[in-house]
């Protein structure tokens, strides 16, 4: 049996530092596709993906949420991974509940 090579591996901080890099990296890579109406899919960029991540942050925290609870809830597609990070990456606390719960649980 031969053993390969250790591969060097990048450490990474927290899910912003994970963006941060990823963005340095590959930034004319699509971290995503989205399926549009008519059936075709279009890419998100790491650049793009992180500006979205950014400013979604700075509106949220312009909106008085700046360490508070923000509970996410819903499908699993491009805006609820945006939300997530924008939250997670400095705006606060954030929260995801399964969108299969009954309403009398949430």
Known sequence: MTSKPNR???QIRDLKDMLVQSTEL????????IKSGNGTYKGI??????????SLGTALVNLGLKDKC????????YEWCLTYLAVANGVGIIVPLDRELP????
């Open 8 to 10: 060097e591996v990048r």
């Open 70 to 77: 923000v509970a996410v809830i819903g499908e699993n597609r």
């Open 26 to 33: 590959y930034p004319e890579n699509e971290a995503f596709y």
């Open 45 to 54: 960029k790491y650049r793009e993906f992180k500006r979205e991540v950014d």
């Open 103 to 106: 309403g009398e649980e949430i």
